[in-house]
């Protein structure tokens, strides 16, 4: 899983390079709206990875030693902050 989302991070860091890229050399910009639209989205399925990950991990554990109810406050002021107001 680690691995997983690493390997996912290296390819969206290339990708903004490639938006950089794109900008420099004064492409149209529909296409780098396209390709900033792909970014979004890449990053968007890797923090649902690690909310998965989240959930089926650290909440399940958390509820086993009965500290569920701080690692659920914890989960929404990260959710507060990750998700558009």
Do not use: W, Y
């Not at 903004?16 to 968007?44: N, W």
Request: hydrophobic share 45%.
């Amino acid at each position: 899983s680690l691995r997983s989302l690493v390997n996912r991070l290296s390819r969206i860091e290339g990708h903004i390079r490639g938006v950089k890229t794109m900008i420099q050399e004064s492409r149209p910009c529909p296409e780098v709206l396209v390709q900033i639209a792909a970014v979004r989205g890449a990053l968007d399925r890797v923090a649902r990875m690690i909310l998965d990950e989240h959930l089926s991990e650290c909440i399940a554990r958390a509820a086993q030693d009965g500290n569920i109810d701080v690692e659920i406050e914890e989960l929404k002021a990260a959710l507060d902050r990750f998700l558009p107001k």
